[in-house]
C-alpha cells in the first residue's frame, strides 16, 4: 500500500517542478520587454528579481515620480 502511494505521489510532484519552470520561462518572456519593467506595471517586481535595475536608473524613477 505504501508503495503504491508513492508510485502515486511521484507524478505530482513531477508536475509541479514543470509547471514551475514553465512560469519561469513565461515571466522571463515577460520581462524580457523593458517596459515591462518599467515602476507601476503589472509585473515590474517580479523582474526586478531577473532584471534588477541599477542605482542610477532607480535615482530616475524617484526623481520622474516626485515630479509628478
Same mark, same amino acid.
Given at each position: *500500500? &505504501?508503495?503504491?502511494? *508513492?508510485? *502515486?505521489?511521484?507524478?505530482?510532484?513531477?508536475?509541479?517542478?514543470? /509547471? /514551475?519552470?514553465? /512560469? &519561469? @520561462? @513565461?515571466?522571463?518572456?515577460?520581462? %524580457?520587454? !523593458?517596459?515591462?519593467?518599467? !515602476?507601476?506595471?503589472?509585473?515590474? @517586481? @517580479?523582474? $526586478? %528579481?531577473?532584471? !534588477? %535595475? /541599477?542605482? &542610477? =536608473?532607480? $535615482? &530616475?524613477?524617484?526623481? =520622474?515620480?516626485? %515630479? *509628478?
Amino acid at each position: *500500500m &505504501k508503495r503504491l502511494v *508513492m508510485l *502515486m505521489l511521484v507524478p505530482l510532484a513531477l508536475c509541479g517542478c514543470q /509547471s /514551475s519552470q514553465k /512560469s &519561469k @520561462e @513565461e515571466l522571463a518572456a515577460i520581462c %524580457a520587454n !523593458p517596459a515591462n519593467r518599467q !515602476p507601476g506595471q503589472q509585473y515590474f @517586481e @517580479e523582474c $526586478q %528579481a531577473l532584471y !534588477p %535595475a /541599477s542605482t &542610477k =536608473q532607480l $535615482q &530616475k524613477w524617484y526623481k =520622474q515620480g516626485a %515630479a *509628478m
